[in-house]
């Protein structure tokens, strides 16, 4: 198992890439924290893994309630007694052109994909500096590297999680503590499955491995970037996209 008692708080393990991750590090060892604002899909999820053997549980979180976070982790000491990985993947989008984006929905966006990390990451900080070890894993994006027509809010949290995970991992290195991102391609989740059939075909034909991602894909790269093996890796964005961004 790579992740043996390991403790790690997933957001927004309710659905897509969050609930596969929550599966597979749950198969791999680690307790599971599954923080999400999506009570019955969360609560799903930890059935789930309880009833493959695995151990976790469900705890409600809006990652841009600052005071619910601080309970998540609070509730996880209790129980498990530390957190060695935090995963911000709660995320959403409201797109739109920038001539018709209303200030809702750039303000939403922005609180929950960058603020809602940051609240995160300052809850966990405290504990994971007094055990002196961590993994914290931003979900990015590939069009953080792009850009992409109708989603200046969206790119803009994405951008901004690249900056902060290259500033902690600078500024938390010395205290044990790794910060790394992911930024996926074109995932097929609840998030991107509503997608007209002609978007779909055209993200594969710009895939080098002609096909689109799946949520086990990210899962995967993420269950390398908390695990031990990846010891030495730290301030990175690992782009899985099956080559999209080259
Ligand atoms: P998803 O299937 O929509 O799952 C997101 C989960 O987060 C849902 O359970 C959602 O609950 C929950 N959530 C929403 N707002 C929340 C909040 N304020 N606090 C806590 N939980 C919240 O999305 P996904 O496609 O798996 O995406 C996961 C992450 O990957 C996101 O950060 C996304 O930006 C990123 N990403 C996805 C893709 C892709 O192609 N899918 C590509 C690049 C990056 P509800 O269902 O109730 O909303």
Redesign the pocket.
């Known amino acids: 198992m790579r992740l043996k008692d390991k403790v790690t708080i997933i ?9 596969e991750t929550a599966i597979l590090f749950a198969k791999e060892g680690s307790k599971i924290v599954i ?4 009570e019955k ?2 609560l799903e999820v930890a059935e789930t893994i309880k009833n493959e053997g695995g151990e976790a549980f469900f705890s409600i ?4 309630n600052r005071a619910q976070i601080r309970q998540v982790v609070k509730d996880t000491i209790d129980k498990y007694g530390k957190i060695d990985v935090l995963i ?6 409201q797109d739109a052109l920038i001539v018709k984006m209303t200030e809702e929905q750039w303000d939403r966006v922005i609180s ?2 960058l603020k ?1 990390p940051f609240n995160c990451i300052q809850a966990v900080v405290e504990p994971m500096i007094n055990q002196g070890s961590g993994v914290i894993l931003n ?5 953080a590297l792009y850009g992409n027509v109708g989603q200046a809010n ?1 790119v803009a949290t ?1 951008s901004g999680l690249i900056g902060i995970t290259k500033t902690l991992a600078k500024e938390l290195g010395k205290k044990g503590i790794r910060v790394n991102a992911v ?10 499955a509503g997608m007209p059939d002609k978007i779909l075909e055209m993200m594969k034909e710009k895939t080098p491995l002609k096909r689109l ?1 799946k ?1 086990i894909d ?1 899962a995967n790269a993420l269950l390398f970037l908390a695990s031990d093996e990846s010891s030495y890796v730290n301030g990175v964005v690992l782009s899985v996209d099956g080559g999209m961004v080259l």
């Open positions: 957001t927004g393990a309710g659905s897509g890439i969050g609930r923080a999400d604002v999506n899909a969360g979180l809006d990652v841009s911000n993947n709660a995320g959403i989008i929950i994909n809602g979900i990015s994006s590939i069009v969206y994405k930024a996926p391609g074109f995932i097929i989740t609840p998030m991107t991602g949520p990210i």
